[in-house]
């Protein structure tokens, strides 16, 4: 039972680096979704995906980008990484859209330090 | 602006008894709501939904109070294994991806 799985599972960058967090799901799910969690704050929406072939900004989508690759697959790109960059980033998929159902699937996080 | 608010905690419960926290939210219009459970450096999973008449799982309850905007999860019997950080999320109309807002969570610890 893989569900949702996220690589790297831990990063250090050092400034201005660019790095990939992959993210694959075998649920056979139509959105997926970056989120990044900080101390003292609520995971937050980077970059969505309701569907193949479609990506949308979320609440910090500033400093990212993201690529549905096929059904299954959903990275994020950091350009030019910066030390507020550093967070646990999760993946997460859902069957249906989240105005139907809140059920979200999660990764099990990539933490990203940047130095 | 979306807001949805938790009592961060820590909770200190000793086993077995009943514990209960809430969550607030600012926008009157939205529409539904959930808990969400996320243990120690691990990701969050969905514990459960919250229904306007409220619902039962096992030992959790859930409440909704429209006329207050406040949701509420209650344990009953705790288990040590209940110690987790529950967040709280709302959806919101627009609704979608954008439209979850997570609650910053509830840290509970539940003591032998």
């Known amino acids: 039972n893989a569900g949702v799985t996220q690589t790297p599972k831990f990063q250090v960058l050092k400034t201005g680096q660019s790095m990939t967090l992959q993210c694959a799901q075998d649920m056979n799910h139509n959105s997926m979704y970056w989120y990044r969690q900080d101390p003292g704050m609520g995971l937050r929406l980077i970059y969505y995906s309701a569907s193949e072939g479609t990506t949308d900004k979320g609440e910090v989508p500033n400093g990212y980008n993201v690529s549905r690759l096929n059904k299954r697959e959903f990275s994020l790109r950091l350009e030019s990484a910066a030390p507020s960059q550093t967070s646990v980033y999760f993946c997460?998929?859902?069957?249906?859209?989240?105005?139907?159902?809140?059920?979200?699937?999660f990764g099990e996080g990539s933490r990203l330090t940047v130095l | 602006r979306k807001e949805v608010e938790q009592d961060p905690g820590p909770f200190n419960v000793p086993e077995g008894a009943t514990v209960a926290f809430n969550c607030t939210y600012s926008n009157s219009a939205s529409q539904s709501f959930f808990w969400y459970r996320q243990d120690c450096r691990k990701e969050p999973k969905l514990l459960m939904s919250?229904?306007?008449s409220g619902n039962e799982d096992g030992r959790f309850t859930a409440q909704l109070n429209r006329a207050s905007q406040y949701i509420s999860l209650l344990i009953r019997d705790s288990k040590l294994s209940d110690s987790a950080t529950y967040l709280c999320?709302?959806?919101?109309?627009?609704?979608?991806?954008?439209?979850?807002?997570f609650g910053k969570g509830t840290h509970l610890i539940i003591q032998p």
């Open positions: 919250v229904y306007s």
């Open positions: 999320v709302v959806n919101s109309p627009g609704g979608g991806a954008d439209g979850l807002t």
């Open positions: 997460a998929s859902s069957e249906v859209s989240l105005n139907l159902s809140g059920e979200l699937f």
